[in-house]
């Protein structure tokens, strides 16, 4: 496969940049001044000789919708919407032996902005480990707030009198951080965020940006 690859991208005037660390049958190729087309008509081509599974362009793009912004329990409209006092313990102490409520260990990994790591009302739930998919390194980065918004929603500690309380107040937050700017390679970055939070543990995955459009090295990378 990777012959008929190095053929094309040849044949095309196209160059092989590299290949995915996680998902190793995706190759990354770049247009060059000598190519003679851009990227959707190289991808159109590719994806036509029906060599490949698929052949898709980079497309750019923001990939924030909005930022949420929500600092007391009181204002938290979502968790009154959800019933959500009805479902912790203690009033429903069954299931709060086995802490089924408040995601009592489960960990979920955020995909975004990154969490600041020394949050007081998040610090006592942060997972040990974090990834940052800009530079495929240890310990995540922050790239704005919007990550750490996202993870007090899912999992600010409860009842410490400080900020907000997340809906799965016990469980453990997984910062992975992406600038969700437009920039080359950005997602089969987002998509390396997914594959490397599932690797290393994460039973959840919160993915609070959107893409445009479909893009098939993501979708991979969810299923």
């Given at each position: ?11 095309t005037k196209t160059e092989i940049v590299g ?24 991808a159109n081509y590719m994806l036509e000789t ?174």
């Amino acid at each position: 496969a990777t012959t008929v690859l190095k053929r094309k991208a040849i044949e095309t005037k196209t160059e092989i940049v590299g290949t995915n660390q996680f998902m190793p049958l995706w190759h990354v190729l770049t247009v060059t001044p000598t190519t003679g087309r851009n990227a959707i008509e190289v991808a159109n081509y590719m994806l036509e000789t029906g060599l490949f599974q698929y052949a898709e362009p980079e497309l750019m793009e923001d990939a924030l919708i909005e930022r949420a912004n929500d600092y007391y329990f009181n204002k938290q409209w979502g968790m009154e919407a959800i019933n959500i006092c009805n479902i912790w313990p203690p009033t429903n102490p069954w299931q709060a032996i086995y802490g089924q409520t408040e995601g009592k260990d489960v960990i979920v990994a955020i995909v975004d902005h990154g969490i600041d790591l020394e949050h007081p009302d998040l610090r006592e739930n942060l997972y040990p480990v974090s990834y940052d998919t800009e530079t495929n390194s240890s310990p995540s980065r922050l790239y704005g707030s919007h990550g750490t918004a996202c993870a007090g929603i899912v999992g600010a500690v409860r009842n410490n009198n400080i900020g907000i309380a997340g809906v799965a107040p016990k469980c453990k937050l997984m910062s992975v951080s992406n600038s969700l700017r437009s920039t080359p390679l950005s997602q089969m970055k987002r998509a390396d965020g997914i594959s490397w939070a599932w690797r290393n543990g994460a039973e959840v995955i919160s993915n609070s940006w959107r893409s445009g459009t479909r893009h098939a090295v993501i979708d991979e990378a969810v299923n």
